[in-house]
T-cell receptor, first 115, second 111 residues
């Protein structure tokens, strides 16, 4: 069963607008972490934001915030004030805290910021 | 530069040849991971080291693949008798706490 689902293959947003990238997950592990990574065309995976399953507050890092809804098993990424440099692939990932602690990634969303 | 370093960045090889990739993690990161990413997909887990011990290998890691981390620092990933289906980006990541930091990857093309 797919553990991370990103239903938006591609998204467009106007520069300076906010955009939400969707992510749902599936796990029976009570302790887990949720991550978002950005992958520009150069290929490097850039860490953006982390949310622990027991964190009470939604994570924020600058223009990035994670809308964590535990009961719905969703971890959407919100990018505020989009910039042209935000154009990239965005991957949601989960790490279950028992076992190997490796990341399981979704299939990604390609975001294009338009001037 | 204190990030994760991978070499080479690009590798073109003929089918049937062996290739080896290197990953230098961030100093003092005890966990090291190898992932493979094909076009249009998210990275897929291959194998994981804690210090020098290889603790898990994915079923994606066939017998032609071997990884080592001899002194708990750098790691190598070797693919023997390469096949066209091995063409992909090979990503290395290291971590100590919650965050995993990735290298820029090695793009392998098997012709």
């Amino acid at each position: 069963a797919q553990k991370i689902t990103q239903t938006q293959p591609g998204m467009f947003v106007q520069e300076k607008e906010a955009v939400t990238l969707d992510c749902t997950y599936d796990t029976s592990d009570p302790s887990y972490g949720l991550f978002w990574y950005k992958q520009p065309s150069s290929g490097e995976m850039i860490f953006l934001i982390y949310q622990g399953s027991y964190d009470q507050q939604n994570a924020t890092e600058g223009r990035y915030s994670l809308n964590f809804q535990k009961a719905r098993k969703s971890a959407n990424l919100v990018i505020s004030a989009s910039q042209l440099g935000d154009s990239a692939m965005y991957f949601c990932a989960m790490r279950e805290d028992t076992g190997r602690r490796a990341l399981t990634f979704g299939s990604g969303t390609r975001l294009q910021v338009q001037p | 530069d204190t990030g994760v370093s991978q070499n080479p960045r690009h590798k073109i090889t003929k089918r049937g040849q062996n290739v080896t990739f290197r990953c230098d993690p961030i100093s003092e990161h005890n966990r090291l991971y190898w992932y493979r990413q094909t076009l249009g997909q998210g990275p897929e887990f291959l194998t994981y080291f804690q210090n020098e011990a290889q603790l898990e290998k994915s079923r994606l890691l066939s017998d032609r693949f071997s990884a080592e981390r001899p002194k708990g620092s750098f790691s190598t990933l070797e693919i023997q008798r390469t096949e066209q289906g091995d063409s992909a980006m090979y990503l290395c990541a290291s971590s100590r706490g919650n965050e995993a930091f990735f290298g820029q990857g090695t793009r392998l093309t098997v012709v």
